[in-house]
């Protein structure tokens, strides 16, 4: 199948040649065929950027309606939409919500069609639009979310759910995650991580950095678990945590504004006195009970033997395991397992009589130095006794006084979510919902677990000069979660930011107190310089909403306005706002909205109006094909994490020397080094900086005015032979391994004899990466590419293109070729290679990086290790590492990772060539390319 970008394309053609003729089409005849489709996330600092990226072909001779239908995190607020048709751009709007209502209303009643974002799943929300488009037309969109990671259970959770609705030969998932306090661990799950799938994800990590990538071939997006004609359809989820040195918090600052990470994890566990209220009404019939029952049984065995206890059943009537709390002991322990063990469904909902009880049930037990906790789980409306909802909120928010928290657990779609939203708010906790599922027991549990281990309660967070904070005093605090406070900062002459908090620890008053250099905190990349304004944005925006629950009168109206202003000005489509398309036909509009947070069901609609479904008026000649015909469940199920195979080894160049030596004493020796040496030897202009220190008897310029930071700390030097540096990812350690190989070389870089494919690259004589890559596949393919053009011949025919295009495409039988400005994607059956031209200081150079080789073999070359595993010997001098049972010398070196387009510098443990491959350089050198 041949697809070219018409526009852009600027093919140089050899020979005789038909490119169609030369096509095999294997994938069945399509009337809309998506020719790319990007999943691009940067998250900084924890807050998540997603641009979803999909480029889409009517293929037809005549207009037909092209849909785009992604779905996105409920947490996250869209930001950006747009479509380009024909060269014109058509951004999206957001208004206010009744403003954009009036516009798709008029819309509406002339027929017109209208997107919507609705809610389909427990943590994805569906985003749905469509465009007619011409015949033989092209549409772009691209949509834009952001949100603030949360941390549970000691890790943050970037959920991407990927599908295209059909396999797609450009598919591709980015993900860039920069956290200044380093990043302590990181894990790859989610469907789209299992099976053969998991291949082609890669992950790199440097100290503060970690970048995910998952390039599947075309061929794998059919064969997958899930996956079928319509290609790949799941989730990744990417998990990690941060470093947490400072128990004060870490603080970071830019452009006026600042965020606190406060999560300490230096204090005891306060022991709790904790009191479950079990519904056991009929609706909880069947299954729910048995999960309940089930989960209980997990939780109680999961109390601390300091902790007190004690459990209500409530339907109509109320009862009790025991009418006071007891100590979490062994004996009394199993008593309350066999009164679990017994719980029933029968009857009515008394939800206030059982609430109160177990409120009074902890205020006649007070106890020093504990954290009281009352959850409610329940799956109805009250029924019994007082039904009143605003009188069961006044009756219990006056037993409870603030003095401590009540978490309610709606269990299912019937119960009444805003009312126990409200009473939970009004206590100081949260509500959550147990969604109707199979896990239902482990969702109970999970709850628990997130509130078992209080560390602190009362805490104050305060800012000298710090304005327009967002919420700074909570109840309590547990292990594994995280405070998070932004504001803004008005007095920008400050040099020192000081951060206090007050809390209360067992009983004891407890103070942080921290005050940070504004210079040290604001070391914030210049592209991600906004970001914290739009933090504290979405967090301000985040909690306006949630309080207006508790509000009325005149309050409620002022803050309401305000989150509507936020919502306005960063362009956030929240529950205020909808973002109106207008759409290239005259008139034509789609609004989407953001879906009311716990009011959808599958069952039972969401009580928001909604907007009439997706279906537009006839236009006489318009073909009204509709290529997304699944609305498939996304897969959801939490999945044993695998943990992801590494990304493949690569190179960068550098000047050899004996890991263990010094390259200071070298530049000590060389102190006089002419500056055309330097350029001989491939220092590019970073290089040199970062030696400056110790170059200045030199008589090299030192062009001092550059930015220290972001240069690498050194790049080693030794006898004059240049060098190729390669990464290769180690499993379950952050830094990988590295190792030189001398310039020039042919060498062979990866070789499948299994499927006739292989990889030569020559390299440059003088500085970085390669000059030609040559890639062979079956008997008749053959790829060549250089720094000027890549020249393809399928055994007929010649293809060429010229870097720098925009995106064009070629695909053949299992040949795919994608060209983008410097990146070069290539699909040769199931092996996926980026070949990046790197254009750095002056240099110019190719690079490749393997992004999706067959799983659980090791391939011939340089690059056919996928990784490498060693462990730390602790303490040895010169320092080794212990690889294959063997000692080796090594060194932490600087390397930059060209695999990336934006080659980050990376930390790596320097050893021999031999260790790793296990041979010469000479076993990997070729003759011919
Ligand atoms: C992803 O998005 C970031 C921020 O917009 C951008 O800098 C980066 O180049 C993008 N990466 C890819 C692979 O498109
Ligand atoms: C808090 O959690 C961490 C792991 O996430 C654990 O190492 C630590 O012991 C926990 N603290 C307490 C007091 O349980």
């Known amino acids: 199948m041949v697809m070219m970008d018409r526009v852009a394309f600027r093919l140089i053609l050899f020979g005789a040649f038909l490119i169609s003729a030369t096509s095999a089409p294997v994938e069945k005849k399509q009337n809309v065929d998506i020719y790319s489709f990007y999943i691009n996330s940067t998250v900084s600092s924890r807050y998540a950027t997603t641009i979803i990226t999909s480029r889409v072909a009517n293929k037809l001779s005549e207009p037909q ?66 465009v007619t488009v011409a015949a033989n037309s092209k549409v772009t969109f691209e949509l834009t979310y952001e949100e603030l990671l949360k941390r549970r259970l000691g890790k943050y959770e970037l959920l991407i759910n990927a599908q295209p609705m059909q396999p797609v030969a450009d598919f591709k998932i980015d993900v860039h995650i920069q956290e200044n306090p380093g990043i302590s661990f990181l894990e790859v799950k989610g469907d789209l991580n299992t099976g053969d799938l998991a291949s082609a994800v890669k992950t790199t990590r440097a100290d503060k950095d970690a970048w995910v990538t998952f390039y599947p071939t075309r061929d794998q997006q059919t064969k997958c678990t899930n996956c079928a004609e319509n290609g790949l ?97 062994k004996a009394n322990r199993e008593n ?7 719980i029933q469904d029968r009857g009515a909902t008394n939800i206030n009589d059982a609430v109160l009880a177990g409120v009074d049930m902890i205020n006649r037990n007070p106890r020093k130095g504990t954290a009281s906790i009352l959850i409610l789980l329940t799956d109805g409306d009250p029924t019994a006794g007082e039904t009143n909802i605003e009188k069961i909120m006044a009756n219990v928010k006056e037993a409870i006084g603030s003095k401590f928290p009540l978490y309610c657990l709606g269990f299912g779609y019937d119960v009444n979510f805003d009312f126990l939203t409200k009473m939970s708010l009004e206590n100081n906790a949260v509500a959550r919902r147990i969604y109707e599922d199979s896990d239902a027991d482990i969702q109970l549990q999970g709850f628990y677990d997130e509130v078992a281990v209080p560390l602190l309660t009362d805490i104050q967070l305060s800012y000298a000069g710090g304005k327009h904070l967002t919420k700074s005093s909570f109840g309590l605090y547990f292990n594994g979660s995280e405070i998070v406070v932004s504001g803004q900062i008005t007095d920008n002459s400050v040099e020192t930011f000081t951060t206090e908090v007050i809390a209360v620890s067992k009983g004891n008053n407890v103070m942080y107190q921290d005050t940070v250099m504004m210079k040290d905190a604001s070391d914030v990349k210049p592209e991600n310089e906004d970001f914290m304004q739009r933090l504290w944005a979405y967090l301000t925006v985040k909690q306006l909403l949630e309080r207006q629950v508790l509000l009325k009168g005149k309050e409620q109206e002022d803050e309401k306005e305000e989150a509507l202003q936020l919502s306005l000005k960063y362009q956030f489509v929240t529950p205020l706002t909808s973002m109106v398309v207008t759409k290239p036909q005259e008139g034509e509009v789609d609004v989407a909205d953001k ?11 969401a009580s928001q109006p909604r907007l009439v479904p997706y279906g537009r008026s006839g236009t006489p000649g318009f073909s009204h094909h509709h290529y997304i015909t699944t609305s498939r469940q996304p897969g959801l199920h939490a999945l044993p994490g695998l943990p992801g195979p590494p990304g493949p080894p690569d190179a960068s160049i550098n000047y050899a020397r004996h890991p263990g030596g010094s390259h200071r004493a070298f530049l000590q020796e060389a102190s006089v080094v002419p500056k055309d040496t330097f350029s001989f030897l491939g220092f590019d202009q970073h290089d040199v900086v970062a030696h400056s220190d110790l170059l200045l008897s030199s008589a090299v310029i030192l062009p001092t005015h550059m930015p220290r930071r972001t240069l690498p700390k050194a790049t080693s030097v030794a006898g004059l032979v240049p060098v190729s ?16 190989v001398p310039v020039p070389n042919k060498l062979k870089l990866l070789e499948d004899s299994a499927s006739e494919f292989s990889m030569n690259g020559e390299s440059t004589h003088r500085h970085n990466g390669f000059r030609r890559i040559a890639l062979h596949y079956k008997s008749n ?108 010398k090594a060194d932490l070196e600087d390397v930059k990772d060209y695999r990336l387009l934006s080659a980050p510098v990376i930390r790596c443990w320097l050893v021999s060539f ?11 050198t070729v003759t011919k390319m």
């Open 233 to 329: 359809n799941g989730d990744l989820i990417i998990t990690y945590d941060v470093n947490r040195g400072n128990p004060k918090g870490e603080v970071q600052i830019s452009n006026g504004y600042f965020v606190h990470y406060f999560a300490p994890s230096d204090v005891p566990r306060i022991p709790k006195n904790v009191v479950f209220i079990i519904d056991r009404s009929g609706s909880m019939h069947g299954r729910k009970i048995r999960q309940t029952r089930s989960a209980l049984l997990t939780i109680l065995n999961d109390l601390d033997e300091d902790d007190h206890f004690g459990l209500i059943t409530f339907d109509a009537e109320i009862d009790f395991w025991k009418r006071e709390l007891l100590q979490a002991t």
């Open 65 to 130: 309606e092209i849909q785009f239908e992604v779905k996105i995190p409920k947490n996250a607020f869209i930001s950006k939409f747009r479509m380009i048709i024909e060269g014109k751009t058509y951004d999206g709007v957001v208004k206010k919500k009744e403003e954009a209502q009036q516009q798709y209303n008029k819309a509406v009643s002339r027929g017109e069609s209208a997107g919507l974002i609705k809610s389909v799943g427990r943590t994805l929300e569906d985003f749905k639009t469509s």
């Open 725 to 740: 540096r390669f990464l290769l990812p180690a499993v379950g350690q952050s830094k990988p391994l590295c190792f030189d």
């Open 914 to 924: 031999q260790a790793v491959m296990k041979g010469d350089v000479s076993d990997f």
């Open 781 to 888: 393919h053959d790829l060549v590419i250089d720094k000027r053009s890549i020249k393809y011949n399928d055994g007929q025919n010649n293809v060429e293109f010229l870097w720098d295009q925009e995106l064009t495409q070629h695909n053949a039988e299992g040949v795919s070729l994608i060209l983008q400005s410097n990146e070069l994607d290539i699909t040769m059956g199931n092996i996926r290679i980026v070949v990046l031209l790197h254009k750095i200081n002056g240099q110019v150079f190719l690079w490749p990086a393997v992004r999706q080789q067959p799983k659980d073999v090791v391939l011939a070359g340089i690059l056919g290790k996928s990784d490498a595993s060693y462990d730390e010997i602790q303490g040895s001098q010169p320092p080794s590492l212990k690889i294959n049972n063997q000692e080796v």
């Open 595 to 605: 879906p009311k947070e716990g009011g959808e069901s599958p069952r039972y609609p």
């Open 336 to 342: 309350a397992e066999s009164f679990v063990k017994r």
